[in-house]
């Protein structure tokens, strides 16, 4: 799909929930929020992203969503939990430069990995790698479906973020 004036004419408002490919397989460092949207930074795609959208459709509501807490997935490098990938990257800094470039631009954040519970006691391995107890993902990354978990608890979150707006 090409992203332009065309694709977002419909819209009202765009939901945009990044970070944890960044984290997991992506070329990009932390940076500043004194980086440029050109910059191959956290900092500088966020940018990017709220330039591109509002001079397409000025009007839109942009929304970010932070990513939550993650495992190491399967087919990635970057060690997951609390730990920096080879970038220096974690999901909590992604989130904090997420949250930090939204305000600078007036753009409303969902904190989800500060509000979700999902942290090293929820979402969990035993030793022989297998999931324990885990109601929020099926995988350690990805949200899992049906009443009471992960993906519900995101979907029914941003709901009421977005509501309140």
């Not at 694709?7 to 440029?36: F, P, Q, R």
């Not at 990017?48 to 190491?72: A, E, N, W």
């Not at 885990?134 to 509501?163: C, K, S, V, W």
């Amino acid at each position: 799909e090409v992203f332009d004036a065309t694709l977002l004419a419909s819209y009202d408002v765009v939901t945009i929930m990044g970070g944890t490919n960044d984290y997991g397989h992506g070329t990009a460092t932390l940076g500043a929020i004194s980086d440029t949207k050109d910059q191959n930074t956290i900092y500088g795609a966020v940018k990017f992203l709220i330039d591109k959208i509002q001079t397409l459709k000025p009007t839109i509501k942009i929304v970010f969503v932070t990513q939550p807490f993650r495992l190491q997935y399967s087919t990635e490098t970057a060690p997951g939990g609390y730990l920096p990938n080879s970038n220096g990257l974690t999901m909590q800094n992604i989130a904090q430069a997420i949250k930090e470039c939204a305000s600078l631009y007036g753009c409303p954040v969902y904190d989800f990995y500060s509000l979700s519970n999902w942290n090293e006691l929820t979402i969990k391995k035993n030793l022989a790698g297998n999931f324990n107890d885990n109601i929020y993902t099926y995988d350690g990354l990805h949200p899992r479906q049906g009443a009471g978990n992960g993906g519900e608890m995101l979907g029914q979150g941003l709901a009421r973020f977005i509501n309140q707006l």
